[in-house]
């Protein structure tokens, strides 16, 4: 019984998280800022002065950054598993704007570890990742219930 929840938990992050991932890029990219979370996750990851290669940073980073749209996606499943939420689209929109909310507070905390490095107007990043976590939660719901 375990194993197929951790496979629906583990299937539904990954696509949330990659889905989430292109939105930002593709904001990234529209509008030329660096608004990409693993290459952040990859500075900070530097910043806290881990001895690897620039490779092996980003690797960490890819994989920081899915493991926790996996613990995202853990949390949604016990709020859906004790009906503390409904499972319905939007309460998946509302989990993934929280999860933005959640994720910005954290943002902010790193970049005040890393003494706002790098330079990126700050405001518009939040909005995005904001924007991307809310698809995080939809897309995460919409598999889940695949799954």
């Known amino acids: ?3 197929p929840i951790f496979l629906k938990i583990l299937l539904s992050s990954i696509v949330a998280t990659a889905a989430m991932t292109g939105v930002s890029y593709i904001i990234s990219e529209s509008f030329k800022k660096l608004f990409k979370e693993p290459v952040l996750l990859s500075y900070f990851l530097h910043r806290l002065k881990i001895r690897a290669s620039a490779k092996t ?4 980073a890819w994989l920081l950054h899915f493991l926790i749209g996996f613990l995202f996606v853990t949390i ?3 709020i859906w598993s004790f009906d503390l939420f409904s499972f319905k689209w939007y309460n998946g929109l509302l989990l993934g704007a929280f999860s933005g909310i959640v994720g910005i507070i954290h943002w902010f905390g790193i970049f005040l570890y890393t003494n706002h490095q790098p330079k990126i107007p700050f405001t518009a990043y939040y909005i995005q990742l904001f924007l991307a976590h809310v698809i995080f939660g939809i897309v995460a719901f919409w598999t889940y219930g695949l799954f």
């Open 76 to 78: 949604y499943h016990f």
């Open 57 to 60: 940073l980003t690797i960490l």
């Open 1 to 3: 019984m375990f194993f």
